[in-house]
C-alpha cells in the first residue's frame, strides 16, 4: 500500500524541495510529482504541509500522531 497518494498535482514542484530524503521525483513526461521511494518516507508531513493545492494525502495506516514536546 502506498504511503502517499497525489492527486490534483499542478507540477509546481514545491513537494519536492520540502522532501529531506528526497522520496519525491519530478516526472518529465507527467509534469507531475511521483513517489519514487516510498520505503525512504519518513512519513515527515512537510510535502503535504506544504503543497499549495492540498494534492497529496498520508494514508491513515501509514500516518503518525503529531508528537507534542510539551505536557
Do not use: N
Amino acid at each position: 500500500m502506498p504511503i502517499h497518494q497525489i492527486s490534483g498535482c499542478i507540477g509546481c514542484k514545491t513537494c519536492i524541495s520540502a522532501c529531506p530524503t528526497d522520496v519525491i521525483q519530478f516526472d518529465k513526461e507527467s509534469k507531475k510529482a511521483v513517489i519514487a521511494y516510498p520505503e525512504d518516507c519518513q512519513i515527515c508531513h512537510l510535502c503535504r504541509l506544504y503543497c499549495p493545492v492540498d494534492a497529496i494525502t498520508i494514508t491513515p495506516e501509514k500516518s503518525i500522531p503529531v508528537m507534542v514536546s510539551w505536557r
